[in-house]
């Protein structure tokens, strides 16, 4: 891995909704992704996979060397962290010393409370193309992450994410930031629209994000062998031919839905977010 890490400033020019993948019947159709005191976030994996759109317009001769390819071992590339808004870490320390110290005002500062004040929900039908007006069944609620910063009047609201790579694509890199401009569900219908720069690039001093996961500051790497029982067919982009390999994607639902097979776990864990939604675990091909 490289030496050197940066950290990627989202700047949003528009409402953002970064699904989770969780509805409430009759309420919400299409959830944001937040930690358990209620902040929005932005996955570590969904910011790869839109740098790397990106990267097959700006510098396709470096995706490989940059986010991997299919079939690789082990964790390749780029390594990227989960996107928090700013000042992310004060707000976390003022909403727990609160919690402890003022119980009457915590009542206003619960994880539901505090989401309200950086979301809001939407609401949107398909329109006939002949009548231009409403079909029926088709009212679907959103919830969506705010444009503007609502400690801030008038500022867009902004995360970040660390960023680690090898110091020789320092400029790929660069380029590969500006060119990301959408990120999350319904690009096409007004939301997502952000502004990316790559800021803060220095040395790794610590071995940067690697270097800070897992214990005693190493990340853990499991090697696992799977043994088909019988025929296995991996979906490719050729319908007519199974792909070579069993992607990440596949390897994180199987292991997600044995999670949540076991007895007295549910999608809601805490184990469960830091698994398989918020990036903390790299499940590679």
């Known amino acids: 891995m490289g030496n050197t890490y940066g950290t990627l400033k989202i700047e949003l020019m528009s409402d953002l909704c970064v699904g989770s993948g969780y509805s409430y019947a009759g309420v919400i159709d299409s959830d944001v992704v937040y930690d358990d005191r209620g902040l929005p976030q932005i996955p570590a994996r969904r910011l790869k996979g839109c740098m790397r759109e990106a990267a097959r317009l700006v510098c396709p001769e470096a995706e490989e060397a940059l986010f991997g390819k299919s079939g690789d071992n082990g964790v390749k590339g780029i ?9 992310y870490k004060a707000i976390v320390k003022e909403l727990e010393l609160l ?10 500062l619960s994880p539901q409370n505090v989401l309200e004040m950086y979301t809001e929900i939407r609401a949107q039908t398909k329109l006939g193309a002949e009548t231009g007006t409403a079909e029926e069944n088709t009212l679907r609620y959103t919830r969506v992450v705010g444009q503007y910063d609502p400690q801030k009047e008038r500022v867009p609201l902004c995360f970040y994410a660390e960023v ?4 020789e694509y320092k400029d790929q890199m660069e380029r590969i930031a500006k060119a990301v401009r959408n990120l999350g569900m319904n690009r096409n219908r007004g939301l997502g629209s952000v502004r990316c720069r790559l800021t803060d690039i220095k040395p790794a001093i610590q071995q940067g994000l690697a270097a ?13 062998v799977l043994c088909n029982q019988e025929p296995l067919l991996m979906s490719s982009d050729n319908t007519a031919v199974s792909d070579s390999c069993i992607n990440g994607k596949s390897i994180l639902g199987s292991l997600a839905g044995a999670y949540l097979r076991r007895k007295d776990t549910s999608g809601e864990d805490e184990t469960f977010f830091k698994l398989f939604l918020d990036g903390s675990t790299v499940f590679t091909d």
Request: proline share 0%; glycine share 14%; aromatic share 12%.
């Open 79 to 87: 390594i990227v962290g989960n996107g928090y808004i700013g000042d």
């Open 99 to 108: 919690r402890d110290t003022r119980q009457e005002e915590a009542v206003f």
């Open 164 to 167: 680690e790579f090898d110091k």
């Open 212 to 224: 800070r996961e897992g214990e005693n500051g190493k990340r853990v790497c499991l090697t696992y």
